[in-house]
């Protein structure tokens, strides 16, 4: 079974700061790692993925993520918070290979608060 | 630019009443998915349709059913609401082998 971790439930950064939302994942197989992110009162809005090649993943709105294989992570960063990136953020595994419908599987969700 | 719209944002229903959530896409897309939200838990998947027809249980289909007649709307039904099952639904769509969801922006479902 494939799951996914965000251990904080909440992340607070000053604007002006670097920021890092945590993900690590458990899978059998290599996998295919997501980055969504919710505003307020809105649907999820794809942000970037790891599929191969490069493990530094550069996505929309300047925020990057690194697949590090060895330690199960995919972390999301960004150099400097900007106090419009308060959201809500999800990270998410798919294993290409596992036959069958290949399921998504979704973590539980990282609320981003940049204070100004 | 795909758009995914789902029929109410809001949603009230009481205890018992035959609930319908619609949600249509216009990318043509052979894949979509319901999902609901719930704090702490995520985005868990109810149903999902790979095709016009075609529909398979997700992880907690128990207590809904789902509908696709036409390829571009993928409905979600709750035969009997319960206040359990008071939530956000999300609807996504996806092109077969795809690798990026496209999503509603959300149904949120009050049952009193």
């Known amino acids: 079974a494939q799951s996914v971790a965000q251990p904080e439930d909440q992340v607070n950064v000053a604007e002006g700061n670097p920021l890092t939302v945590k993900c690590t994942y458990s899978?059998?197989?290599?996998?295919?790692l997501f980055w969504y992110v919710q505003y307020p009162n809105r649907g999820l809005q794809f942000l970037l993925k790891?599929?191969?090649?490069?493990?530094l993943v550069k996505g929309s709105y300047g925020f990057e993520a690194e697949f590090n294989k060895s330690q199960t992570s995919f972390h999301l960063k960004k150099p400097s918070a900007l106090v419009s990136d308060s959201a809500l953020y999800f990270c998410?595994?798919?294993?290409?290979?596992?036959?069958?419908?290949?399921?998504?599987?979704f973590g539980t969700g990282t609320k981003l608060q940049v204070i100004p | 630019d795909v758009k995914v719209t789902q029929s109410s944002r809001y949603l009230v229903k009481r205890t018992g009443e035959k609930v319908f959530l619609e949600c249509v896409q216009d990318?043509?897309?052979?894949?979509m998915f319901w999902y609901r939200q719930d704090p702490g838990l995520g985005l868990r998947l109810i149903y999902f349709?790979?095709?016009?027809?075609?529909?398979e249980k997700g992880d907690i289909p128990e207590g809904y059913s789902v509908s696709r007649e036409k390829k571009e709307r993928f409905s979600l039904i709750l035969e009997s609401a319960s206040t359990n099952q008071t939530s956000m639904y999300l609807c996504?769509?996806?092109?077969?082998?795809?690798?990026?969801?496209?999503f509603g922006p959300g149904t949120r479902l009050t049952v009193l």
């Open positions: 998410a595994v798919r294993v290409p290979d596992s036959g069958g419908y290949q399921k998504v599987t």
């Open positions: 790891y599929i191969t090649g490069d493990n």
């Open positions: 349709s790979y095709d016009v027809k075609m529909k």
């Open positions: 996504a769509s996806r092109l077969p082998g795809g690798d990026t969801q496209y």
């Open positions: 990318m043509d897309h052979e894949n």
């Open positions: 899978v059998s197989g290599n996998p295919y």
